[in-house]
């Protein structure tokens, strides 16, 4: 188990933090939910139908859960962020991801599922909510949408924490139950993808809209999306929600930035300006702390 753990970690730390780099080439020549419909729709179908191989069937309560995270990760959560790239450059989309084991350590309490957080994860958190807060200085917001791009990821930063916070409630395994981690996996994706092809039909995404339109590097980044951010990536986040503390688990928002920001300065000449390398920094500090935290309090 312990191997796995350090595998799902690698793969959401690596494998979501190239997914920014991805969603921009994708969104280029793509309507933006449509490509998160897309992503999203195809990944749950592959999923649902191994599930199925496997023995799973999904109950009421597991499609009731479905329906509530695939709001709250996908419809808006991956929404938000797949428009707001047109606008804001990869990294800096990645880094206000950032804020959200902010509001996941904000909301365990409140949903009685954790205790308040120690003073080192409250120091770690401050850090977390400082890279972002650099990112509104004039020379990163300097482009036209660029606060309309940033709040809207914000936004979905906060419907993505909420939704880890309750699928400890929703997706609760019990004693001597068959583990359903694939099915669980599947069923927000599936629901997530109906809803947003619902909100790219109301945007007139479809209007005008032809496949034959869509240009090689969009149609490879949606690949990537698919296969890795949300098929690969997504079962490995599943996993550890059900096994390990959801503010461990959200520091890969800490971690991503950093290849995110790294992989759009190295192919997509994305401006790398003294506000985002002190973000960043911020966010490499938060990591150890939150980190810290977590490892103190598993210990007490």
Known sequence: MRIQAILAFLIIYIVWGSTFLAIRYA?????????????????????????????ERPSKEAWRAGLVLG??????GHGTLHWAEQKIPSGVAALVIATEPIFVALMLPLFKLGRRPGLTTYLGLGLGAASVIVLFRPDVTAGQG??????????????????IVLSRKLQARRDGAPDTSTMNAALPLICGAVMLLGGAVLRGELHDFHWTAVSRESFSGLMFLVF????????????????????????????????????????AGERISPSIVASTALAIAAIGLVQRGEDSRAAR
């Open 27 to 55: 969104v280029e020549t793509i309507p933006p939910f449509l490509t998160a419909a897309t992503r999203h729709l195809i990944a749950g179908a592959i999923l649902l139908a191994w599930a199925w191989r496997n023995g």
């Open 71 to 76: 709001f709250l990760f996908f419809l808006v």
């Open 146 to 163: 660029m606060i309309a791009g940033l709040l809207a990821v914000l936004l979905g930063s906060v419907s993505w924490a909420v939704g």
């Open 228 to 267: 890795f951010g949300s098929l690969v990536a997504f079962t490995a986040y599943a996993w550890l929600l059900k096994h390990y503390p959801p503010t461990l688990v959200a520091t890969h928002t800490y971690v991503n930035p950093i290849v995110a920001v790294l992989l759009g300065w190295l192919f």
